[in-house]
């Protein structure tokens, strides 16, 4: 047994590596979710979750729980290594709170009046009316509550929160083990301007003791995200506390997650960029509401494309104008290298993450367990009305995603250090091993070695690593083992983007190994899914793939990234399933199905010597 395979069978299997020449550890493979929501959200709590922060670790931690939506018992099918609850910093807490009696005080407010007479029987019409009700209020459409923004400011936000608050904190402390389970105090800053999505995951890697001395940042405070730099500076500054950001849902940001213009109308400088770059050092690639990898429209020679494209807004009517190059990873990072030239600096080198962004309270994103997005689509019956976002419906979402770390050992502090070097990769859900390196000096046998991962630290850098160079076209070795719970590996990939002399980028994917054989990567790997049964087989790909790669087109005038994709047999789609259970036609689904899942790596960047 190779220590890649072993390493996909036991979490206590560690390889070294190098950070700098003087400085070597040992890293792990960690598995987590750093976007989860619980009943403090007022959007989850009013979808119907009653859950709270204490339950998702228990459940994270692999206990049984009483399901937060459903009532019944549950369990992970594998214990997380480590987790965020991310619930919204506006109006933290304060929905749940007033409606069951905890917080009297509140309740007696004007907006607190107003959610006990709507919503104090806790149905799932009346608690549906009391986000319809606060959801309009916030974004200033026409409502009969009678309610301003100002009320819900002055009612429910400010000193209101700091309760909710200290419950996060408080959960996170009782529930982090160091060296077991990793519990990082976090929430979400949900900025949305115009419906744009510019939401950030904002976590620390500092205990309760100094995350009490402030409350989270909001969207009441300002959507713009400069000024939430501003704020993570100065708290930094007066609490001691460190924070990285996490920008999620790019498909859905109109264009702005990697636009070219700031919320100002300036354009993006090199100010912007180093204030950017000192906080927000990965994007979440993929989570529920769809994948944010690429889209066809983008990327037309990738046949992989077109995975869990996400088609709405969170308006009512869901309407999206395109898809803008500014609303996915890999057209960002284009984008980054062409900023760079312009700038001297690049905005938008990002590594890549993956989270849930579950509000049912618990992440449950296998496709044969899927959790649904919310109350509203939790149960199979449910999933062909809406999903409560924009127009969607419930088999609109996909089941994704978790994050893969190799951190030193699973703390706080390093799982914190190995997100800031990028040293992570996004999964859209299968626990897929996978590393990654590139250098000058790494050779075909470093890459099937016993000794694959000390090859590749002493030879080169890992995922998230810059390369300086000459002449010399850089080398990759990279190696897969499949989700021992899951699916066969079909292939995997290189996607490289550079930067062409006339300022614009360029992509390519090159598949680097493929599985049973086959030369040629238009040659499809198979489908064993039974399409009655929802069953299928692991007698196509491969349980292990590894590849060495050196760039072919390599011009060592051109900067470039460079990040590997792995792809799984096909499998079944969660919406399979489902109508197998509710036995209808699958095409009433609307969705295929079958899928192939895939992971991918933060990039590897080349810069010209």
Request: charged share 20%.
């Amino acid at each position: 047994m190779s220590l890649f395979r072993l390493l996909a069978t036991t979490a206590l299997v560690t390889f070294p590596y190098c950070t700098t020449a003087q400085e070597t550890a040992q890293t792990q493979l960690l598995w987590g979710d750093t976007h989860l929501h619980t009943a403090l959200s007022f959007d989850a709590f009013a979808f119907g979750t009653f859950g709270r922060p204490d339950l998702a670790y228990r459940y994270a931690k692999g206990m049984p729980v009483k399901h937060p939506v459903l009532g019944t018992t549950t369990r992970i099918d594998q214990p997380l290594d480590f987790m965020v609850i991310a619930d919204h910093a506006e109006i933290l807490g304060t929905v749940a709170k007033i409606v069951s009696g905890e917080a009297p005080e509140m309740a007696s407010s004007k907006s607190g009046k107003w959610i006990v007479e709507t919503g104090g029987d806790l149905s799932a019409e009346e608690l549906g009316a009391v986000y319809d009700g606060l959801n309009r209020v916030g974004s200033g459409t026409p409502n009969d509550t009678g309610l301003t923004p100002l009320d819900l400011i002055q009612d429910l936000h400010g000193e209101n929160i700091r309760p909710a608050w200290f419950e996060n904190i408080d959960a996170a402390e009782a529930h982090n083990d160091p060296g077991t389970f990793t519990a990082l105090i976090g929430w979400e800053w949900t900025s949305q301007p115009g419906a744009a999505n510019l939401h950030r995951v904002v976590f620390m890697p500092n205990d309760g003791e100094v995350a009490r001395q402030f409350l989270p940042y909001s969207l009441f405070e300002s959507e713009d995200p400069e000024d939430l730099w501003v704020w993570l500076e100065q708290q930094e500054q007066a609490t001691g506390a460190e924070f990285q950001a996490i920008p999620h849902g790019p498909s859905i940001s109109t264009g702005l997650m990697y636009g070219r213009t700031r919320m100002n109308g300036q354009p993006v400088d090199a100010a912007y960029a180093e204030a950017k770059m000192r906080y927000e050092f990965n994007v979440e690639a993929t989570q529920i509401k769809g994948d944010s990898e690429t889209h066809p429209s983008l990327s037309p020679d990738d046949q992989f494309a077109d995975f869990e494209t996400f088609n709405f807004l969170s308006t009512p009517d869901g309407v999206r104008d395109g898809f803008p190059a500014g609303n996915y990873v890999r057209s960002g990072l284009r984008t980054g290298l062409e900023l760079e030239a312009e700038l001297g600096i690049n905005p938008y080198k990002s590594g890549a993450a993956g989270g849930t962004d579950s509000h049912v309270g618990i992440p449950m994103v296998t496709e044969a367990n899927f959790g649904g997005k919310s109350g509203h689509d939790v149960r199979p019956e449910q999933r062909p009305g809406p999903s409560g976002i924009g127009s969607s419906i419930g088999w609109d979402m996909g089941a994704a995603g978790f994050t893969g770390v190799w951190a030193a050992e699973n703390t706080r502090r390093s799982i914190f250090d190995a997100f800031k070097r990028k040293e992570i990769y996004a999964s859209t859900g299968p626990r897929i091993s996978l590393r990654f390196f590139g250098g000058f000096e790494l050779t075909p046998e470093h890459a099937n070695a016993q000794d694959f991962a000390e090859n590749g630290y002493a030879n080169g850098v890992p995922m998230g690593g810059d390369l300086t160079g000459g002449d010399t076209p850089p080398s990759f070795t990279v190696a897969a083992m499949r989700d021992p719970m899951g699916a066969n590996l079909d292939r995997v990939q290189i996607i490289k983007g550079w930067l062409n002399a006339d300022g614009t980028s360029s992509e390519m994917v090159y598949d680097v190994a493929l599985s049973g054989g086959r030369t040629d990567g238009a040659m499809p790997v198979g489908n064993t899914v039974d399409l009655e049964t929802g069953l299928y087989s692991n007698d196509i790909g491969e349980a292990e793939l590894r590849g060495y790669w050196q760039d072919p087109d390599f011009d060592p005038s051109q900067s470039a990234f460079y990040y590997a994709r792995v792809i799984e047999i096909p499998t079944p789609r969660y919406s399979l399933l489902d109508a197998i259970a509710l036995q209808i036609d699958p095409a009433e689904t609307g969705k295929p199905a079958t899928i192939q899942e895939p992971a991918y790596t933060s990039p590897i960047w080349f810069t010209p010597g």
